[in-house]
Structures are given as structure tokens and as C-alpha cells.
């Protein structure tokens, strides 16, 4: 079974500080994805990455990194620099090779509030 | 492009009753799943369809139910709806020929309120 933990419930930070929000996940298979996504108040989900089983390399995106390390079953997300703009629930996700890549095991979320 | 439409935005229901709920894909995606948000159990699977046909179920009662059609468009169905039911009902589509690797994109969402 998948299982996706994301242990910080409510981070709250003020505007230009950097941020980093915690994914630890748990999976057989060897091979799988991992996701983050954005949910702003209008309610959809937006997808901001995703990295297979293979990738371990890390990435920047202009304001946003991630940390992908496969030894401690971890894909942390960072925002640097945050803006209030970047308030929302963020969440990140799972799918392994189960013949449907549609099928996501999300984390409980992450709700963060930048405020001014 | 448009995205991912839902229909409609929001519904009271009685319990007892049931619903339908209706997704329009992004143009060309052919894969549609469901999504259920609930802040007690948060976003859980419920299926996924392509090409017409189930490909895919979560862990819930048969009284959830769905269907797609020859233009990829997708319906929820519940049935004999209880309180549990309030939710959020999210739907997202997928270009599913790219296997795991493709993202899902989420509509905004049909708020389900069971009275």
C-alpha cells in the first residue's frame, strides 16, 4: 500500500521568508512518482511537479526547489522568497505502478499563510 | 485551452436522495478520474475512466458510480446520499498514453452539501 505523510499541519510565515514544506512517503513498488500540487481557495488543484523513482536529481524553478532523496523516502518542496500570493493547501502525492496513473495518494496537506 | 470544467459548482442535497455530477475534460485528454476532498479523510481516489471504461476504483461503496462518454466526457453518480457525502468532489483528466508520468489536471470542484 502507498502512503504519503505530510507531518506539518499549518506553517505561517511572513512575506520574502523562505519556506520549506515536509513530504515523507512509503511505497513497494520501485517504480513511482511523486507530486506537488497547489490548492488556492478557488479550490482547484494545481500541479507544480513531479519526479520518478529514477530522478534523484533536485531542481530550482524560478522561486521554488525540491529536495528528492530516495535514502530517506523524502520529496521536500521550498519556496524562497515567499509571497502572499503563495497562500494556499499544498500537498503532495504519489502514484507507483498500479496500471493506472491516475491513481494518487495524496498527503493530508500542508495549509501555509504568508502574510504581508 | 479550457480546463478541466465541472458542473455545477455547488449542490444541497437531502439525505436519501441522489446526484449527478458532471466533468468536461481538458480537449484531447481521454483520461478522467474523481477525486473526493472531505477534511476528515482528504482527498481520496474514487475511479478513473478511459475510453468508456472503468479502469480503475477506490475503496468506496457501490453507491458511488460514474461513466464516460464517447467524447470523454465524464458523470459521477450517488446514490441514496448520506451526511458522510458532504464534500468536495474534485474531477481530473490525463493524457494517459504517457503512463505514470502524466499529471493530472484538476477542475474546481463541485461542493456537495448533504442536509
Known sequence: AQKVTQAQTEISVVEKEDVTLDCVYETRDTTYYLFWYKQPPSGELVFLIRRNSFDEQNEISGRYSWNFQKSTSSFNFTITASQVVDSAVYFCALSADTGANSKLTFGKGITLSVRP | ?115
Open chain 2, 1 to 115: 485551452k479550457a480546463g478541466v470544467t465541472q458542473t455545477p459548482r455547488y449542490l444541497i442535497k437531502t439525505r436519501g436522495q441522489q446526484v449527478t455530477l458532471s466533468c468536461s475534460p481538458i480537449s484531447g485528454h481521454r483520461s478522467v478520474s474523481w477525486y473526493q476532498q472531505t477534511p476528515g479523510q482528504g482527498l481520496q481516489f474514487l475511479f478513473e475512466y478511459f475510453s468508456e471504461t472503468q479502469r480503475n476504483k477506490g475503496n468506496f461503496p457501490g453507491r458511488f458510480s460514474g461513466r464516460q462518454f464517447s467524447n470523454s466526457r465524464s458523470e459521477m453518480n450517488v446514490s441514496t446520499l448520506e451526511l458522510g457525502d458532504s464534500a468536495l468532489y474534485l474531477c481530473a483528466s490525463s493524457l494517459p498514453w504517457t503512463g505514470l508520468n502524466s499529471p493530472l489536471h484538476f477542475g474546481n470542484g463541485t461542493r456537495l452539501t448533504v442536509t
